[in-house]
């Protein structure tokens, strides 16, 4: 009997890189702009409300945000915001597009290691705007290490079910390592797969859910990348 | 010996839809909204190049075409386009990514009966915006006839190589369908597949060649979809 070919799926903004920092950075900014016309509270519950609206027909990324957002600006400054600061605001997610990829701490070094171990296929599973996401694979230096890349438009069982069927992936030798409970843990957890939840420090509300991952020997929770071997190694020696 | 496993690529916007006449519109719209500011031809090419320059840090779609829109709006209008001008952009922006999806002719019924017939894989292999494409591709109808959908960054050997060897198609065995001589036809030629050229009416600026394709018997020219399962039957029995 040949060894399961055991998969370790990576979410990647957030998990891989800084990401939800940018965006946030991004939210201040806004929130200065528009000071003249509203309270940050005010403008800050517009624009996300905006962003939630504007999911189905964008889509997630960049330039869904920017979209959102100059719309925001249009809106709440009634019609008043001068067209020099919508090109600011177009200039601000252009920025964003171009940002150095951040690296998260110990993803480095031990994607590298868990690569030249050669056990376990490693795959990226992203959901996001696909321009966008390929461009900060290559900038962050880890695409080698990966044998799959996929960039999916929104991240539930039945994606997940269908990519792993496409990769001949049973569930029970899947492990998914992500930063959000809704998105990378508990639907791979629902497939029968086991999932890795390393929190970063900022989670968009869109991403939160108050749903409790069963602690039945499939669900892992760290703190830093740092730790992952070990969570790895414990896996395939159930 | 077991029968080749034979595959057949389609391009999806302008081969299996109508879509470069949605941009085409916008773009008559965009003329006569500017109009005020420059005469149509100024606004048509200062458009084109906005879209192309960022087409690297946007890629495709409509998400990157209405920021390039508003981007030049007001560039051209000196800053002095309204903000309810701009909000317009948005919607019409809006409008087209949940426009029905109208299939081209013959579209249809031929895929119906590829698929019943069972002698190939079909694949969709397009590019574009993720969400856009796979709620279009939701939306046609068509979504049942597939084997594989594949939402690509940009066509090129490379991306097809990468991709074939993905599902295990040899390229000998792999034909395209698409009406984009630069996106869908050359590349697969150079890699030793076949390919059916089925035109548009419309072409966008940037995916036009002067590049014609080598007649080495692996490359065909349709006027619609109809002739296409006499080209089929002709290359499977090469």
């Not at 920025?95 to 690296?103: A, Q, S, T, Y």
């Given at each position: 009997?040949?060894?399961?070919?055991?998969?370790?799926?990576?979410?990647?903004?957030?998990t891989l890189w800084h990401n939800e920092n940018l965006f946030a950075a991004m939210h201040a900014r806004f929130g200065a702009l528009l000071a003249?016309?509203?309270?940050?509270?005010?403008v800050e519950r517009e624009l996300l409300a905006t962003e939630l609206r504007n999911i189905e027909p964008y889509g997630y990324g960049v330039k869904?945000?920017?979209?959102?957002?100059?719309?925001?600006?249009?809106?709440?400054?009634?019609?008043?915001?001068?067209?020099?600061?919508?090109?600011?605001?177009?200039?601000?997610?252009?920025?964003?597009?171009?940002?150095?990829?951040?690296?998260?701490?110990?993803?480095?070094?031990?994607?590298?290691?868990?690569?030249?171990?050669?056990?376990?296929?490693?795959?990226?599973?992203?959901?996001?705007?696909?321009?966008?996401?390929?461009?900060?694979?290559?900038?962050?230096?880890?695409?080698?290490?990966?044998?799959?890349?996929?960039?999916?438009?929104?991240?539930?069982p039945g994606v997940f079910a269908a990519l792993l069927r496409r990769h001949a992936i049973a569930p029970e030798n899947f492990l998914m390592v992500?930063?959000?409970?809704?998105?990378?843990?508990?639907?791979?957890?629902?497939?029968?797969?086991?999932?890795?939840?390393?929190?970063?420090?900022?989670?968009?509300?869109?991403?939160?859910?108050?749903?409790?991952?069963?602690?039945?020997?499939?669900?892992?929770?760290?703190?830093?990348?740092?730790?992952?071997?070990?969570?790895?190694?414990?896996?395939?020696?159930?």
């Amino acid at each position: 009997m040949s060894a399961p070919q055991l998969a370790i799926g990576f979410d990647a903004d957030d998990t891989l890189w800084h990401n939800e920092n940018l965006f946030a950075a991004m939210h201040a900014r806004f929130g200065a702009l528009l000071a003249r016309y509203h309270d940050a509270a005010t403008v800050e519950r517009e624009l996300l409300a905006t962003e939630l609206r504007n999911i189905e027909p964008y889509g997630y990324g960049v330039k869904s945000f920017t979209l959102s957002a100059i719309e925001t600006a249009i809106h709440l400054s009634g019609g008043k915001i001068p067209a020099d600061e919508i090109q600011h605001l177009i200039d601000l997610g252009r920025d964003m597009l171009i940002h150095p990829v951040e690296l998260l701490e110990g993803v480095a070094s031990t994607l590298a290691a868990l690569a030249s171990a050669g056990t376990c296929r490693l795959l990226v599973i992203t959901k996001g705007d696909l321009r966008d996401q390929q461009s900060k694979l290559d900038r962050s230096g880890l695409g080698g290490h990966f044998h799959h890349v996929e960039i999916v438009a929104e991240k539930n069982p039945g994606v997940f079910a269908a990519l792993l069927r496409r990769h001949a992936i049973a569930p029970e030798n899947f492990l998914m390592v992500g930063n959000s409970l809704k998105s990378d843990i508990l639907p791979v957890l629902a497939l029968g797969g086991a999932a890795v939840h390393v929190p970063y420090h900022l989670l968009w509300t869109h991403e939160h859910t108050d749903e409790v991952p069963a602690a039945d020997g499939r669900f892992y929770e760290l703190k830093t990348f740092h730790e992952l071997p070990a969570v790895i190694r414990e896996w395939q020696n159930r």
